[in-house]
């Protein structure tokens, strides 16, 4: 695509529109080819759900892409991304993706927490840096959201627990209830949840 489009400019100053299908997964990395090469204007579809075989680029990962990655202004605002993916949902009854990059329920999870308790292999701060959250999850009006199951620890699952406002046991409790939840994030072979982690707690407490 880029060549193709770098080819027209070259022989061309009429606009050029580019309009990328996702068959292979390609269609984002094809419309950024096609802005480096030039085109005035590329097409996408709000998450990706144009009606036709698997969509064009999504219109979140075009607009974060080119405005973060590449400094191009959009002129789209940015933070009405997940309220307008939402709407679309409701709109179509097509749901999307867990793991939709920019405006997915999972785009932001993270399951590593620090704290005060013994460090384990699973646990550093990697999680919380920029490697892995290359921006803010509010600039596109998503958040992050705290994962808890069989790879949690002691900092995880205090973590869990002040957030839902839970009180936090100490010493062999505290061990037990780390012990509980880590088997049945396993056997659930899912992440944990507030209701389930308060059952566990009233289980040692």
Request: with cysteine.
């Amino acid at each position: 695509m880029r060549e193709i489009i770098g080819h027209i400019r070259s022989v061309s100053d009429l606009p050029i529109e580019a309009h990328c299908h996702n068959d292979t997964g390609m269609g984002l990395a094809n419309t950024a080819a096609c802005v480096e090469a030039g085109a005035d204007y590329v097409e996408c579809v709000v998450n990706g759900m144009d009606p036709e075989r698997c969509g064009i680029a999504s219109l979140d990962e075009v607009a974060v892409s080119l405005e973060k990655l590449y400094g191009v202004d959009t002129g789209i605002v940015l933070t009405e991304l997940m309220d307008l993916a939402r709407t679309h949902e409701r709109m179509t009854g097509l749901p999307l993706a867990a793991n939709k990059p920019i405006v997915g329920p999972r785009a932001f999870n993270y399951r590593v927490a620090t704290g005060s308790g013994d460090a384990e292999a699973r646990k550093d701060n990697f999680y919380g840096s920029a490697r892995v959250v290359p921006f803010n999850p509010a600039d596109v009006g998503n958040a992050r959201r705290f994962m808890l199951g069989k790879y949690s620890g002691p900092n995880e699952v205090t973590r869990a627990l002040t957030d839902a406002g839970l009180s936090v046991p100490q010493g062999a409790a505290l061990t037990e209830l780390v012990t509980l939840v880590r088997g049945l994030g396993e056997r659930k072979r899912s992440t944990v949840t507030p209701e389930e982690l308060a059952g566990l707690l009233a289980v040692v407490s």
